[in-house]
């Protein structure tokens, strides 16, 4: 039997939200994949326990406890990128060595549970989709896990991580954050070390995220990529439709585009309005504006829930998906597109390259 046999009934799931019949089938109808959730962070911190199920964490909808394998399972999320974020503060053999031993327990709990599937590309993604399991690929926030010594991204077993961010929120010796902090340590753009990142991530067919770069560092990894392979942004917002340091311009989206890469939408709240409180509409707002854009290719999801986000007040978890479903066809969208968002772009991408 399949897991998503834990799905709620169409019309009690339908009432429940406030959505249509429809939106709920289209939904079950779809693959739909995450490109950002973040909750091993908290198993790190606090022995948060991925297979069990969870209410919401101390803060509500903020924060933390968003995601689990149980609650994903019942909202039809039927693949995600399960990421690896890196410690910044620790020296950088020892992040090193973090990065290492954090990757094999990750793989390990994801693997242990029988309703999920380590993947690492999308041959293995439809297999384990026609078994009837969450299919889990591995990411990783933060190329500083690895700057200790570049050859270590080739001793990463092959495959077995999907995309890698340059930086995260602080500098790094491989290149500048697009977080506001002062950039005199590093300058504010990518540096030698992170050009050489970059070629060695390609080199071994893990794509480069420019999600949490500076402008000039995206720009600088642009000019460093292979033009004939395409780069990502898994969890981001729009600057046209909020102004913030955290987002990309329309220069920045059609970059990604024409490189064959895609754009995920992320669910932090203040990075999808400027005032009051976002909903699933926000998160359109920013998808129509990158379909706009950059073309019906390019848009995804990356919630990145669990990533000490707060994510709008009618979408805190999977079971609220169905809500953005319905948001999507209010708006217009076709129910091609509406899969093409949902998971169909994104897995194209990784299927031109990794098969």
Request: proline fraction near 4%.
């Amino acid at each position: 039997m399949s897991v998503f046999a834990e799905e709620p009934e169409t019309k009690a799931w339908a009432r429940e939200l406030g959505v249509s019949e429809h939106a709920v089938d289209l939904t079950k109808a779809c693959e739909v994949f995450d490109l950002h959730v973040d909750s091993f962070i908290w198993t790190r911190i606090f022995g948060y326990d991925l297979r069990r199920r969870h209410g919401l964490g101390l803060f509500g909808r903020h924060f933390y406890s968003q995601v689990d394998l149980p609650r994903a399972l019942e909202g039809h999320l039927t693949g995600a990128t399960w990421v690896l974020t890196t410690n910044p503060l620790v020296p950088s053999r020892v992040r090193r060595n973090l990065f290492f031993h954090n990757l094999q327990r990750l793989e390990a709990s994801l693997a242990a549970d029988p309703r999920v599937r380590l993947v690492k590309n999308v041959a293995e993604y439809r297999a384990a989709r026609a078994a009837g399991k969450h299919a889990a690929f591995v990411g990783v926030q933060g190329a500083n896990a690895l700057d200790h010594d570049l050859d270590d991204v080739g001793r990463i077993p092959r495959h077995h991580v999907l995309r890698c961010t340059l930086v995260h929120l602080t500098p790094a010796s491989l290149g500048q954050t697009s977080a506001p902090w002062p950039r005199r340590l590093f300058g504010d753009g990518l540096t030698d070390r992170g050009r050489e990142m970059v070629q060695r991530l390609v080199d071994a067919e893990i794509f480069v995220d420019l999600a949490h770069a500076s402008r000039k560092t995206f720009f600088d990894a642009v000019a460093a990529h292979d033009r004939e392979r395409p780069f990502v942004v898994t969890h981001t917002g729009v600057d046209a439709v909020r102004s913030h340091w955290r987002n990309l311009t329309d220069e920045q989206l059609r970059l990604v585009a024409s490189s064959g890469g895609f754009i995920g939408v992320m669910f932090q709240e203040s990075f999808l309005v400027k005032e009051g409180e976002a909903t699933c509409d926000s998160v359109v707002d920013h998808l129509a504006h990158v379909l706009r854009v950059a073309g019906e290719d390019a848009p995804a999801l990356g919630s990145d829930w669990d990533g000490a986000i707060s994510p709008p007040k009618d979408l805190v978890t999977p079971y609220h998906l169905p809500r953005l479903v319905q948001r999507m066809l209010d708006r217009g969208f076709s129910e091609t597109l509406v899969r093409k968002i949902l998971a169909d772009n994104a897995l194209a991408v990784i299927e031109r390259v990794r098969g």
